[in-house]
């Protein structure tokens, strides 16, 4: 017998008089491997890559302290209307600056940017009556779980990765979106008047539709720049929350303080658990040239 096994050869186009599922009892644990695949994370650069978290958050606070003031008209639809407009100008200059090294966007693209906008401009505008008045049956409470539920939803099904070298819009990221415009619309329906509708849901397009297209863009450039602007984000978001209320605030700097830098040593630290082991009992892979 010692010398059949001497002769066997791990594969299984050639006939052997083994069953096809034997090994030898000596080279079982010989080809055993613990953590194969397995790269050591780092604790900055998981900080780095959390800050599109906290961006996210911080669009989020931001919308919501913007529709508070409307709604208690501390501010005026129009203020709001014209920094959404200097803004899309803003962001989308940004963008093609950044996207400025890619060969295939021309004139026909830009065109085409345009007269989307325009055409989202003019929709909004006049579906601005039909949205005040969609939940004028519906009690504020309901409104309020609900708007809360979507944009829990939309938080958790964003796409956080980085800019791949061809874009692919995940299903995921879309349910996000559409969850954020759906609890923008709701939360829209509320306030008094078709000027505040309308601005509102403007601003909600561009934070939760354009705004995360211009992120993707934005984790290609220098880590200083991302940095820098997520802090931005933050510090205006919280500015806007604290004179709404203060402990809200505080809330929302803890989460952001847990998402951007307790999270990231939490996983450095887990990964001195992780313990994956591979051999012979796995199923085969083939490799192809």
């Not at 093609?96 to 325009?118: D, H, Q, W």
């Not at 509320?190 to 397009?205: K, Y």
Request: proline content about 6%; glycine content about 4%; charged content about 10%.
């Amino acid at each position: 017998m010692s010398s059949e096994v001497e002769g066997w050869n791990k594969v299984l186009w050639e006939r052997q008089p083994f069953p096809d599922n034997y090994i030898h009892p000596h080279s079982f644990l010989s080809s055993l491997r613990r953590n194969p695949n397995f790269k050591p994370y780092t604790y900055w650069p998981l900080v780095l890559l959390c800050c599109a978290i906290t961006q996210h958050l911080a669009t989020i606070f931001t919308f919501l302290a913007v529709f508070v003031r409307l709604k208690e008209r501390w501010l005026d639809a129009r203020v709001l209307l014209w920094v959404s407009i200097v803004s899309f100008f803003g962001g989308y200059a940004l963008y093609e600056i950044i996207s400025c090294s890619n060969p295939g966007r021309g004139a026909f693209t830009r065109s085409n940017t345009i007269k989307s906008s325009l055409l989202v401009f003019l929709a909004l505008m006049g579906l601005s009556p039909v949205l005040r008045t969609l939940t004028a049956a519906t009690s504020s409470d309901s409104i309020w779980a609900l708007s809360a539920c979507l944009f829990l939803l939309n938080a958790l099904l964003a796409d956080y990765s980085s800019m791949k070298p061809i874009p692919q819009e995940r299903l995921t990221s879309v349910l996000s979106m559409n969850a954020a415009i759906s609890s923008s619309v709701v939360l829209a329906s509320r306030l008094p008047d078709d000027l505040a509708v309308f601005a509102l849901v403007l601003f909600a397009v561009q934070l939760f539709a354009l705004f995360p297209i211009l992120r993707h863009r934005l984790q290609v450039t220098p880590q200083v720049a991302q940095i820098l602007f997520t802090l931005t984000l933050c510090v205006l978001s919280f500015a806007l929350t604290v004179p709404l209320s203060v402990s809200v605030a505080y809330i929302y700097a803890g989460i952001s303080i847990t998402v951007t830098f307790v999270a990231p040593g939490v996983l450095v630290w887990a990964q001195k658990y992780k313990n994956e082991i591979r051999g012979p009992w796995d199923v085969a892979v083939p490799r192809l040239n």
